[in-house]
């Protein structure tokens, strides 16, 4: 049975809540008829995405005053293209207050990984980051018994990060709330193999290096756009349109074979 908490620095790290983004945004509603449809989602770590993980943690959605970075395997992102991540509730540990915290959240990639990740926060990325939403986020109080689909608490981007192939992944969150709500997320543990990530943070935002860095974190959902639907080709509708070298524009190997296809619906391309 769960749970440990991770308590570094003397401190309960009891992982993020659920709660909607405040407000009615392009972003937001973009975001919404993507959940609806069949999106694209990455759980991290990957072995997470079925089970649910060993303990929970309140930073950095819920703890004020904090700079927040957390690595993840690039191998675990399934599209490159994110434009919003989601965060589990815990199937233990609830509580907390309900609380509107303000957060930036960045992404940017990273050749380092769980077992390197540094104390430096800009030198841990590889190349600039993205800013992806930046605004007020409320955290409602927390309650247990959250199942491996359970991702209730979900942050529409303001701006889609781009993940470079062949680079792992940086999470950052810089929260610059006046009050902290200490809401429990999932999370899992240094002590299970299959948590592949740490996280690096420092108790004022504006910090340049972290005061811990730390193998364990949050059980993230990355979500990606629904794939477009595939374009149907131009088809000929004439003779005239096989003419004059058209049959080109049509992918055929030659006019008699456009002609046939106006004429009798036959595709020679297949």
């Known amino acids: 049975m769960k749970r440990s908490m991770l308590i570094p620095v003397a401190l309960m790290l009891v992982a993020c809540t659920d709660a909607p983004v405040t407000g009615t945004t392009e972003a937001s509603i973009r975001f919404d008829a993507v959940m609806t449809a069949v999106a694209t989602e990455a759980v991290l770590p990957s072995a997470y995405a ?11 959605h819920s703890v004020k005053n904090l700079r927040y970075q957390q690595v ?3 191998s675990d992102v399934v599209n490159p293209e994110i434009i919003g991540l989601c965060l589990r509730r815990d199937d233990v540990s609830g509580g907390g207050t309900s609380t509107t915290q303000t957060l ?29 939403f930046s605004g007020n986020v409320v955290v409602p109080a ?9 991702f209730d608490l ?8 781009n993940h470079p192939a062949g680079s792992n992944l940086i999470v950052e969150v810089v929260n610059t709330s006046l009050v902290s709500g200490n809401v429990p997320r999932d999370a899992c543990s240094s ?13 004022s935002p504006t910090a340049e290096n972290a005061a811990l860095v730390a193998r364990g974190g ?3 959902k990355f979500v990606s756009p629904e794939p477009p639907e595939p374009v149907e080709p131009p088809q000929p509708l004439t003779h005239e349109d096989c003419f004059k070298g058209g049959w080109t524009d049509f992918g055929f190997r030659n006019q008699g074979q456009c002609v046939r ?6 595709d020679s391309r297949i």
């Open 50 to 60: 079925s089970i649910m993980g060993e303990t929970n943690n309140t930073f950095p």
């Open 72 to 74: 993840f395997a690039g």
């Open 104 to 132: 930036a959240i960045k992404l940017g990639p990273t050749s380092l990984d769980y077992t390197n990740l540094g104390s430096n926060f800009a030198s841990n990325y590889s190349s600039t980051p993205t800013e992806v």
């Open 142 to 150: 927390g309650t247990s018994g959250g199942i491996t689909t359970d």
């Open 154 to 161: 979900c942050i529409p981007f303001s701006q889609t990060y």
């Open 191 to 203: 002590t299970a193999a299959t948590c592949t990530t740490t996280r690096a943070f420092a108790f």
């Open 218 to 220: 949050l059980v993230m």
């Open 261 to 266: 296809f106006v004429e009798t619906g036959v």
